[in-house]
């Protein structure tokens, strides 16, 4: 009876996925941390400052597709392993940047669209870790669990990067930032497998359970029998519908991880160095309601409450995103939740420019009022998503018997 027992194994990889996503976030909001410091070391505009984000934002977002197609076929273990190694060393790689030498902005744009391209692995290769490992009535709490670690990575950064900073200066803030990548991407190689069938922890009872509620088979995770075609994706009203939904959210999103702090010290003058930790688990109805409300706020303290609940309740949504793109998209679900994230990144990336030109022209009453429009048009597009309609499958290259 003991080999009935059922471990647990899948869930403290779930428990690694949000660790690594925490890094991940580590690594990406370092610098807006950081950003006072190198903006007066670099001698950098806002203008110039919003073009770093958006170099990141570019190479994180033309990426993601293809970060998905890898993790679909060689698997989450060694593509989200040399992702974040890869994040690491971009990161560290900034640090070695001179004001003094020709170019400087140029080679801090290229550091940062590297190390977009590095992290754009995290998310669909942690979808397709999903398809692959959680049935489906769990894959809601466990992509919770993942994207949990966004909230953390946020919330943790502001304190540990400041205090790097004030004791050691903003190089040795990244360093920590890049150890904290090579830990945790070797921590995962070594514990993590690309399926339930490869780990020998995974107990029989849990084999089956994970096996009665996944919609993709392990055959289907490792031949061509469970993959999508690009034309039947891109014929979907589902991708696009979502894609255009979590464009909308990135926008949002954005503005919270590159401009929030900015207008909190700019229009209430208030000190910011834990404000980062409101940002966490939010819902894009009531994303508007709290931009469309925080933006007539004139108090400061108020201001940061209410548009802080703004970002906690966009990321209310976020798991939707992934667990529907998983459902529907079987053995290529790497391919289409980075396809659906490659339109995040173009949103945010959109945002890192536009907001400070919309606040220097308009104030920055526009500026919220234009994302909670984005908020409810992203909330409208999830109308035409109907979940339960799976994308069919490619016809299989092989005649082998499936694997179960």
Known sequence: MANRAQSRVRWFLVFGLFILSAVAYVDRINIAIAGSSLAAEFHLTKVQWGSLTSAFLIGYAFFQTLGGWLADRMGPRRVLAVGVLWWGLFTALTTVVSAKIAFALFCLAAMRFLLGAGEAVMFPASNQ???????????????????????????VTPGLITYIMVHHGWRSSFWASALLGLIAGMAWYFFARDTPEEH????????????????????????????????????SKEVWAVTFAYFCFGYVAWIFFTWFFDYLRTVHGL???????????????????????????????????????????????????????????????????????????????????????LASRFGWTTSFFVAAGLSVLGAVAWLFVEPDRALAPMAKSSSSPEKV
């Open 200 to 235: 020998s922890g995974v107990s029989r009872a849990e084999l089956e359970h994970i096996q009665a509620g996944r919609t993709v088979k392990t055959s289907a995770a490792n031949s061509s029998g469970g993959r999508i075609s690009w034309i039947t994706i891109l014929a």
């Open 271 to 357: 000190d910011l160095k834990a404000s980062a930790s409101y940002t966490t688990f939010l819902g894009l109805l009531l994303t508007a309601v709290f931009l469309s409300f925080g933006s007539q706020v004139h108090s400061a303290r108020l201001a940061s409450v209410v548009l802080a609940g703004g970002a906690g309740a966009l990321y209310l949504s976020q798991s939707s995103f992934w667990a529907v793109t998983a459902d529907i998209a079987s053995g290529s679900s790497g391919s289409v939740s980075g396809f659906m994230n490659m339109g995040n990144q173009f949103g945010g990336a959109l945002t890192a420019s536009l907001t400070p030109f």
């Open 129 to 155: 870790f999903v398809s692959r490992w959680i049935p489906t009535q769990e894959r809601g709490v466990a992509n919770g669990i993942i994207f949990a670690g966004v909230g953390v990575g946020a919330g």
